[in-house]
Structures are given as C-alpha cells and as structure tokens.
C-alpha cells in the first residue's frame, strides 16, 4: 500500500547534526513533490520544507532555512532532512509527506529531543 | 508569511451534534484550504482540499466551504470516531501554514 516511514530521530546535543530518513513504498516516488512538517510536543504542525518531484526546487521555512537541507533519491525512493546546528526548540516529531491535493499520505513521523 | 487562525480551540460536543470549526487567512488563499484531522500519537489524516473537495475515503458528514479568507469545517451527527483535533493548512503560498488546532471533545 502507499507508505511513507521516516527514520532517523533520536536524542542528540544542542549544536549537532541528525540525518531523517524517510522510504516511500506504493506508489510512483519520483513523480511526487514532498515535504517534511514537524510538531513540537502538544503543539500544532509546522511546515518545514518542500522538494519538488526532480529536486531542482526546494523551499524552507525561515526556522530552519539555512540549517534544514531537503533533498531526495529517486533511485532508492528515500527524502531526507539533513539537520544541522540543531536547538532546544527542534525538539519535534518530524514528519514525511507527500503533495497531492495538498498533503494527502504523511508518515507517521520521528522523534527528535534536542536536550544537553 | 499567511497566519491561519482557527476558532474555537476546544469545542466540546454530544454524538450526534452537528459542529462547525472556523478558519480566517490573513490574506487572501482563494480557494488553496485544507483540513486534516489528527488523533494523539498519529498521524495527521487529509479529509479536505480545495476548501470543499472531500478526499476520497472521508464520509460525507465531513463538509468544507468558503474562499477568499474565510473557511469552515462542519461535521454533521459527529461520530464517536471524530474526537479529534482539527487543523486547517493553507498551501496557496510558500511557507505554507497551519492553524493551531481545534479540538474536537466529547461533552
């Protein structure tokens, strides 16, 4: 069935970096833009990035521009969020997912704790 | 950047009740609105686009309407399945946004 699971979270130290992963299954991956969208424990969601179906376009939030890199491998049916300098206020469950009419499959998200 | 704002925060419902959630857009998002609901733990679940256009799967007592800047969510005899919390998401400009939520609970 149409599936995206991320991968990646865990506990990391303010300043580090962590790699999210997540593995489309079900469908045609490389004809899709996608986006990833996290939300702070008991918060609302937040929009982080979006790739376009090729990857020649990318999009960021002013939260995390110039920290958050998207990108993609259609060979391998993989999006990914390259996370640097990372901060208390990342502490998030980060989320996969796919445009179409909006944001219709989502996954069901990763865990980051940014915490010393 | 186009701030979502959703009303109430907390609706408290009987089954059965019919309920409407309101979404204003700070500017103008034409008809670019979408709903989704999401239950503690999970993932969100895409019930609307386009303001009005229900996703296939979703039951018909989910109904959305409006344009422009104003938006509403209505969930006709609400099923113990629907207490939830809702968000509106407008994808009509980059950064896309959310509103904040609307819970859905039982009375």
């Known amino acids: 069935q149409v599936q995206l699971v991320e991968s990646g979270g865990g506990v990391v130290q303010p300043g580090r970096s962590l790699r999210l992963s997540c593995a489309a299954s079900g469908f045609t991956f490389s004809v899709y833009a996608l986006h990833w969208v996290r939300q702070a424990p008991g918060k609302g969601l937040e929009w982080l990035a979006l790739i376009s179906y090729d990857g020649s376009t990318k999009s960021y939030a002013d939260s995390v521009k110039g920290r958050f890199t998207i990108s993609r491998d259609n060979s391998n049916n993989t999006l990914y969020l390259q996370m640097n300098s990372l901060r208390d206020d990342d502490t998030a469950l980060y989320f996969c997912a796919r445009e179409h009419y909006a944001l219709d499959i989502w996954g069901q998200g990763t865990l980051v704790t940014v915490s010393s | ?107």
């Open chain 2, 1 to 107: 950047d186009i701030q979502m704002t959703q009303s109430p925060s907390t609706l408290s419902a009987f089954v059965g009740d019919s309920v409407t959630i309101t979404c204003r857009a700070s500017q103008s998002i034409s008809r670019w609105l979408a709903w989704y609901q999401q239950k503690p733990g999970k993932a969100p679940k895409f019930l609307i686009y386009q303001a009005s256009s229900l996703n296939s799967g979703v039951p018909s007592r989910f109904s959305g309407s409006g344009s422009g800047t104003e938006f509403t969510l209505t969930i006709s005899s609400l099923q113990p399945d629907d207490f939830a919390t809702y968000y509106c998401h407008q994808y009509n400009t980059y950064p896309w946004t959310f509103g904040q939520g609307t819970k859905v609970e039982i009375k």
